[in-house]
């Protein structure tokens, strides 16, 4: 079936599928495809028989997809419950109420993460991390002073069980915040070096080198929560002038991630460049892929790249 030729496509979610995102983004496109298409009255045969031909089997398989259009399903209000579109409006969801996190729940992040306990404490310390029960589970949570956007993950290391149409995830970003913009932005102000890094996870690791190399008084940590995301105008414009390195995902979203992020921050007058992790290996011989594999590198990996003393810009 042609995306052109469908009826009954709303504006919106018809430039969406006219425009697929980078592969880091596809569960979210397909969330909000699948909702806006079965709320307009598709049934899932035809969500599927649309929608399949937008995404690579290889890394969205029919099983997933399917999930999530069941998902939209099952959630489809029925005639007698649908809400009355002339009356009151439900109040839009908050975020989750955040914690100062304790001694033992820093601990238990270092353990798990494998992050040093310094580094942990020192993201604590700034206001970036914070302790919340999120989907029913005991979590620690990034969030910066705006709270506009958050990211969390469980205390214990799990996935967070599949619900609704959520498949089981490392990582939840909760109702009531966004996705589109960076963690940190506030917490930096007057710092000039900047380390950039994607996610959750490498947000506390690249704190730990901050610790480790005394630049806590010059540098500061931003988070892009996703690949697949651009870095919102106002916040590029925050960023104007400033030293960034980028230590990208060693997969396919993360580089292409750090080539749309770079292009961007050069336009605002910033020095950029980017740490390469390919080659490098961890404790038991397995590649490092990100910033938080990164801090349990093989020692003679770390003493043959002379690069990894200084990382911070």
């Not at 049934?43 to 997809?65: H, T």
Request: with cysteine.
């Amino acid at each position: 079936m042609s995306v052109v030729a469908a009826p009954g496509i709303p504006g919106a979610t018809l430039r969406k599928l006219q425009s697929p995102p980078p592969v880091g983004s596809r569960h979210a496109h397909a969330r909000d495809v699948s909702f806006a298409l079965v709320g307009a009255g598709w049934d899932e045969p035809s969500v599927f028989a649309l929608m399949r031909p937008l995404y690579d089997r290889g890394s969205f398989p029919d099983g997933e997809l399917r999930w999530i259009i069941r998902g939209a399903v099952r959630r489809r209000p029925s005639p007698e419950t649908a809400r009355d579109p002339h009356a009151e409006q439900p109040a839009a969801k908050k975020p989750p109420e955040l914690r100062r996190p304790s001694d033992a729940n820093l601990k238990r992040i270092s353990e798990v993460r494998g992050i040093g306990i310094e580094g942990v404490r020192l993201c604590a310390e700034r206001g970036l991390l914070w302790r919340a029960d999120i989907c029913g589970h005991p979590s620690w949570v990034v969030a910066d002073a705006t709270r506009r956007g958050m990211q969390a993950r469980r205390l214990d290391g799990r996935p967070y069980p599949a619900v609704g149409g959520l498949c089981e995830r490392k990582a939840h970003n909760p109702s009531g915040t966004s996705t589109r913009h960076p963690v940190g932005l506030p917490e930096a102000a007057g710092k000039g070096s900047i380390l950039l890094v994607e996610g959750s996870a490498d947000f506390v690791a690249a704190h730990h080198l901050l610790w480790c190399e005394e630049r806590e008084g010059d540098a500061a940590v931003v988070c892009m929560l996703g690949a697949g995301l651009a870095i919102p105008a106002a916040d590029l414009a925050a960023l104007s002038g400033r030293r960034v390195r980028m230590v990208p995902h060693l997969d396919a979203g993360g580089m292409r991630a750090c080539g749309r992020w770079c292009g961007q921050l050069r336009e605002v007058g910033c020095g950029v460049d980017a740490f390469s992790l390919d080659g490098l290996r961890k404790l038991d011989g397995t590649p490092v892929c990100d910033l938080n594999d990164l801090l349990l590198i093989h020692p003679d990996d770390f003493e043959m790249h002379r690069a990894l003393w200084s990382l911070v810009p």
